[in-house]
């Protein structure tokens, strides 16, 4: 049938207002997603019109010509006066198809003719099956399953609502089947890599190999901001150290309170922070308080000032619809002598440094950050301020390095640009093994001809992982040089950013003593189709924000390739969308990971 054999053809047959133009429309876009270019032949009954009058092509036409080809740079078109010729066959359309610009054939209508076709049917039309005098339709697609097609031979079932399933049916039975496949080995542009390590698998063996640091700094408060306790904070002292006012008022035993009428009180004296009244309050009497000041022996209430009114200096009126023990702080109630108010682990906060001062702390341990050193592979790469020759580029992967560690508090060794030489690239490698707890490089390391760390590491050190189930960043590496921990990262600057937030980080917290070390992780509805084939764990790159209800909501940064810089600056979140996924639809909710410490 094909006038070039090795272009692969789908047709979609089906009865009058089944829909197959709206499915095509819906289907083109995506397989274009997948790079082929698409052929479309449309078979038509009437006649047809692709210029209007006033055009070159239509006065050629109409002047005569049998046939008219219009040639330019981004388009080139042939219409044919046919008016001797019968129905055309789809060869007589075939024959016009250019091979060097179609890798898949799309057919709507020639439904008598021999070639695989995808049968749409709609049971709401009340039309047959035509599956079952033609032996050619491969797959059914329907809104749902027809009554008949149980009593008939089995057939894949497609549904009509999901484009993206139909697509994948495409690529798989028809495209897969037609092309010769050269790749010997999987890459980064398969779905599913049995070489590669699963997402899930690379977390639990980096948990399983980092232990925290013990060694334990005493810091001045002031200098503990952001470091990890390297011990339980105990309090020394209860908080409040006395029990005292809440508020502004007068101070009085609760027994003392009217309960129907208005009394009226002698004001006996004025307690203030840090200048306690010395005296005892009896019946009849009240003491007035500021707020902070120790309550007066025989009190155990406040009433504030402003449910309060003063006919002389030394008398109070106070009505009902109080209560006793009202307004009252009381010792220990925030902290009790003894009490832990701080674990081990934890990163302090300003919050946790004012805390720490209330309770008269002038000096804490915490954990030594850890110490970590890094640099760039790449004879391509050169540093701010240099020239860039032809296919040089500017490092960027190191000052991203530098800023995502520098966030993380850690003690940062940065050993610059390492060229693509094996001899210079182990001599760095092993003095930054000898003088760090963590060696990470950027490149290197995935399978081009200088890409030398892998085998590097395999000779000096023992290799955990190579290559990982995930998109960006398939080609990531885990490992040990001496009692260094070793990441190497691959050299693309967005999969740098996603490998370092996925993996490395959790994994660096969790060295420097953090107990909180895990990523927080959120529910959020999705604004935009998301594409994806399962196999691997895919991070997209998103801006998550609050709609109009409340609620969280998320949309795609623009281009997700991994040399674009310009989406990880606009993102403030990742979307997480796990091994088995087969794609979003709008309006489907989406596990987004935050950046940032949240």
Partial sequence: MLATPAIPMIGFCA?????????????IPLLKAEGLRLAVIKHGHHK?????????????????????????????????????????SLQDALRLVNPNCADLILVEGFKHEAFPKLEINRPELGKPLLFPDDAHIIALVCDHAPAALAQLRPLPLLDLNAPERIVQFILTEVVKQATPQIQST??????????????????????????????????????????????????????PAYTNSAMDGYALAGTE???????????????????????????????????????????????????????????????????????????GEDIQRGQRVLSRGRRVTAADVGLLASLGLAETKVLRPPRIAFFSTGDELRSLGEALEPGCIYDSNRYTLH?????????????????????????????????????????????????????????????HFWKLAIKPGRPLTFGRLGDALFFGLPGNPVAVMV????????????????????????????????????????????????????????????????????????????????????????GEPVMIQPFGRL
């Avoid at 963590?438 to 030398?452: L, W």
């Fill in 499 to 586: 490998t370092f937030q996925m993996l490395v980080k959790p994994a660096l917290l969790k060295l420097a003593g953090e107990t909180d070390y895990r990523p927080l992780q959120l529910l959020a509805t999705c604004q935009d189709a998301l594409r994806k084939k399962p196999g691997r764990t895919e991070f997209i790159r998103a801006i998550f924000q609050h709609d109009t209800h409340g609620q969280l909501s998320v949309t795609r940064a623009g281009h997700q390739g991994s040399g674009i810089l310009t989406s990880m600056s606009r993102a403030n979140c990742f979307i997480v969308l796990p091994e088995e996924n087969a794609g979003v639809a709008v």
């Fill in 48 to 88: 047809i019109e692709l210029d209007q009058p006033g055009k070159d092509s239509f006065k050629f036409r109409a002047a005569g010509a049998d046939q008219v080809i219009l040639a330019a740079s981004t388009r080139l078109a042939i219409m044919q006066e046919c008016a001797d010729q019968q129905e055309p």
């Fill in 403 to 463: 800023s995502l560690l520098s966030e993380l508090e850690m003690d940062i060794i940065d050993m610059g640009v390492i060229p693509d030489q094996p001899a210079l690239l182990e001599a760095a490698l092993r003095e930054a093994a000898a003088n760090a707890d963590v060696v990470i490089s950027s490149g290197g390391v995935s399978v081009g001809e200088a890409d030398y760390i892998k085998a590097i590491l395999e000779r000096l050190g023992e290799m």
């Fill in 257 to 331: 309170l009217p309960t129907t009428e208005v009394r009226e009180y002698k004001v006996i004296g004025t307690a203030l922070a840090g200048q306690p009244f010395t005296g005892s309050c009896l019946a009849g009497q009240c003491v007035r308080v500021m707020t902070g000041a120790i309550m007066p022996v025989g009190t155990d209430t406040v009433v504030m000032q402003e449910q309060t009114e003063t006919p002389a200096k030394d008398l109070v009126r106070i009505g009902s619809g109080h209560r006793s023990g009202q307004n009252v702080r009381q010792a």
């Fill in 15 to 27: 009865w009058s207002g089944s829909g197959k133009t709206t499915l095509l429309t819906q289907l």
């Fill in 186 to 239: 999987p890459s980064c542009a398969d779905a599913r890599d049995p070489d590669s390590m699963a997402f899930s698998a690379a977390q639990q063996q980096l948990n399983a190999a980092v232990s925290p640091l013990t060694a334990a700094l005493q810091r001045p408060l002031r200098a503990t901001l952001h470091q990890v306790l390297a011990a339980d904070v105990i309090s020394p002292l209860n908080v």
